[in-house]
């Protein structure tokens, strides 16, 4: 299963929880990281990369809908930032398996309704559908999830 990841960085916590799942997939995951904007910490990167994972980072947005389409799952880490904004406006995606995991920093923020595009709203729908259909996401353990128990 080849699996693409957009994110704005892998700093902090995105990309410490990303390395400690990492760890423990299965050999038929393929795990490919598209970083948006410049690395601050090389930590996270070096430990995915030592699973085995790609890491691109500064990919251009023209090449970001190609990576997808060769992916089986598109996963985009969404906080309020202006290049992943720029990304979902912009690039032409191909029909794709796709999951948007919305991180508590990127929805403090209030943005006013005028500003919000149609990929933003697809976004938002995205993120309260997903969590609708879980009833606990808070206590399920990502093992579980994994194993397909969930």
Excluded: N, Y
């Amino acid at each position: 299963m080849k699996i693409l990841h957009v994110t704005p960085h892998l700093d902090g916590d995105v990309g410490e929880g990303h390395a400690a799942i990492a760890a423990h997939l299965p050999d038929v995951v393929q795990q490919t990281f598209v970083v948006l904007t410049p690395q601050r910490d090389p930590r996270p990167v070096a430990r995915l990369r030592a699973t085995g994972a790609r890491v691109v980072p500064g990919a251009r947005i023209e090449h970001i809908p190609a990576l997808a389409k060769a992916a089986d799952i598109v996963q985009f880490e969404v906080w309020d930032d202006p290049r992943l904004r720029e990304v979902l406006e912009r690039c032409d995606f191909p029909a794709m398996r796709s999951v948007v995991r919305s991180h508590g920093a990127g929805r403090a923020a209030a943005v006013p309704a005028e500003t919000v595009s149609p990929a933003q709203a697809a976004q938002d729908f995205m993120i309260l559908w997903l969590g609708l259909l879980s009833e606990e996401p808070k206590r399920r353990d990502f093992r579980q999830v994994l194993a397909g128990a969930a």
